[in-house]
């Protein structure tokens, strides 16, 4: 049987507060275990590995699985960020790249290179729709999928909505698109975007439309994903509310909202799409 596994970012545990300390690696694992999440997400580059590594006896501690946002800011960073994932156990292994060619014919070697890096470790990768990364725009994104058939994503879909400023309602064209995404993901990230701010409060009156949006979008993706997985396939959906500047603060610094309530909402809200999915559609065969 298909199975959800919900993931919490170690980044969005960061609280930059103006006056609270930081909580210690061991707090935020502990907090993430006692929640009832299934596991924990790290976000390395090769200057903070060692931070990262440091962090590894705590999944067995606390019985979480690990994830991985890897950051190359050099060609050769991936092979090193890709060792350290399988040191990790991750099941899942993203890349949020930072070399950046202006065209998709000079991304190309990049993601050929990559993909075969990770291939020869036995790692499928994958590459997050983000901006200021390899997959910056939505356009730019369909057009290497095209040109790289065997690419897979991980969809974060607040980068799009926020970077093509899309307006409400969705037209016919830009589902279409986004639909695309879709189809091409192999695991989810989740936050709530509008067409100017990258997070919002998902609790305030105003942002209700974008709320509904992205409930609508993570059903669409999840289906998607139900329908080309096998029977006994396990689905990442990873919260991660990012704090300030992800966050919006108000004069003194100070959020506008508790991020660590809003992702165990949206938790909620993704673990009750996916039960929908469950008596609205078939398993798939394995």
């Given at each position: 049987?298909?199975?959800?596994e919900v993931f919490?970012s ?8 103006p006056s ?7 707090e ?6 006692e ?7 790290l976000?390395?580059?090769?200057e ?36 350290f ?17 202006i065209s ?8 050929y ?10 790692i499928?990768?994958?590459?997050e ?47 279409g ?42 059903t669409?993706?999840?289906k ?24 919006i ?19 909620s809200?993704v ?13 798939a065969?394995?």
């Amino acid at each position: 049987m298909q199975k959800l596994e919900v993931f919490q970012s170690l980044w969005a545990m960061e609280r930059r507060h103006p006056s609270l300390p930081e909580r210690s690696a061991d707090e935020n694992f502990r907090l993430i275990a006692e929640a009832g999440y299934d596991g924990v997400c790290l976000d390395p580059s090769l200057e903070d590995l060692q931070t990262y590594r440091d962090t590894l006896p705590l999944f067995a501690r606390y019985g979480l699985q690990c994830m991985v946002n890897l950051f190359p800011r050099r060609v050769r960073d991936m092979k090193p960020l890709l060792e350290f994932a399988l040191e990790a156990r991750a099941v899942k292994v993203n890349a949020i790249a930072q070399v950046t060619p202006i065209s998709v014919a000079g991304a190309l070697p990049l993601l050929y290179r990559w993909l075969a890096e990770a291939e020869d470790m036995g790692i499928d990768l994958l590459f997050e729709t983000h901006r200021d990364s390899l997959l910056n725009d939505l356009y730019y994104t369909l057009e290497v999928l095209d040109a790289v058939p065997e690419l897979m994503l991980t969809a974060d879909l607040s980068h799009f909505v926020l970077e093509r400023e899309f307006q409400l309602p969705l037209s016919s064209r830009d589902q279409g698109l986004l639909q695309r995404i879709h189809d091409r993901s192999d695991c989810f990230q989740g936050r709530v975007a509008s067409r100017e701010q990258i997070q919002v409060p998902i609790a305030f009156p105003q942002h209700q439309p974008w709320v509904e949006l992205f409930r609508s979008l993570w059903t669409r993706g999840l289906k998607s994903w139900r329908g080309r997985n096998t029977a006994d396939a396990t689905c990442v959906f990873l919260c991660e509310l990012g704090p300030p500047g992800y966050a919006i603060t108000d004069a003194q610094g100070l959020e506008l909202s508790d991020r660590w309530q809003e992702a165990l909402a949206i938790r909620s809200w993704v673990r009750d799409i996916w039960a929908s999915l469950d008596r609205e559609t078939p398993a798939a065969a394995s």
